[in-house]
């Protein structure tokens, strides 16, 4: 089963509008991180936001803020007065307590997010 | 601070040679993972260091290793090359292992074999 799902292959939004990433996510581990990158065409991955499975608050980065539902398993990106800049692909991704002492990350498929004029 | 520097950023290589990729974290990060990204596969997990310990280990074929030096620079190296093997290699770095850190990644490893 996909530990991380993210449905919207690609998203196109209008400049200076909002956009939500959605992103849902499968775990038993109560103990776990969620994480969401940015990777523009040039190859790197970029940290946008952190979310802990304990923490009681939605996290905000700037424009970006994440919509946490413990209870559905979502941690959806929302972006917000988008920019052109912007224009990248979108990872939603989940780092579990390993039993091992190890960890991993275990990321989504993406979402292919275009800024438009 | 320096970010996490991977060397090289380009690599051609041929069918049945052998690659070594390098890695260093930032400054005081000791654990540092490796992922490969490919259009069909998507990321993927291979494999995670701390403290010179290989603690975590994809499903990838034995070809694939690696390796973390005294310093936490880390190195991997594939041997064998299949021409499935060419895809983007990214490493990325944490404070500590727990669940609540964050990765940082490099700019990647595209490496193409033909």
């Known amino acids: 089963a996909q530990k991380i799902t993210q449905t919207q292959p690609g998203m196109f939004v209008q400049e200076k509008e909002a956009v939500t990433l959605d992103c849902t996510y499968d775990?038993?581990?109560?103990?776990?991180?969620l994480f969401w990158y940015k990777q523009p065409s040039s190859g790197e991955m970029i940290f946008l936001i952190y979310?802990?499975?304990?923490?009681?608050q939605n996290a905000t980065e700037g424009r970006y803020s994440l919509n946490f539902q413990k209870a559905r398993k979502s941690a959806n990106l929302v972006i917000s007065a988008s920019q052109l800049g912007d224009s990248a692909m979108y990872f939603c991704?989940?780092?579990?307590?390993?039993?091992?002492?190890?960890?991993?990350?275990?990321f989504g498929t993406g979402t292919q997010l275009k800024v438009e004029l | 601070k320096a970010g996490v520097t991977q060397t090289p950023r380009y690599l051609i290589k041929t069918r049945g040679q052998q690659v070594t990729l390098s890695c260093s974290p930032i400054?005081?990060?000791?654990?540092v993972s490796w992922y490969q990204q490919t259009p069909g596969q998507g990321l993927q997990f291979l494999f995670e260091?701390?403290?010179?310990?290989?603690?975590n280990k994809g499903n990838f074929p034995g070809r694939f290793s690696g390796r973390q030096f005294s310093n936490s620079r880390s190195e991997m190296n594939v041997s064998t090359l299949e021409l499935g093997d060419s895809a983007l290699y990214l490493c990325?770095?944490?404070?500590?292992?727990?669940?609540?850190?964050?990765?940082?990644f490099g700019s990647g490893t595209r490496l193409t074999v033909v």
């Open positions: 990325a770095s944490s404070l500590e292992q727990g669940f609540a850190y964050g990765y940082t």
């Open positions: 775990t038993s581990d109560p103990s776990y991180g």
């Open positions: 979310q802990g499975s304990y923490d009681q």
């Open positions: 991704a989940m780092r579990e307590a390993d039993t091992g002492g190890g960890n991993k990350l275990t």
């Open positions: 400054s005081g990060h000791r654990s």
């Open positions: 260091y701390f403290s010179e310990t290989q603690r």
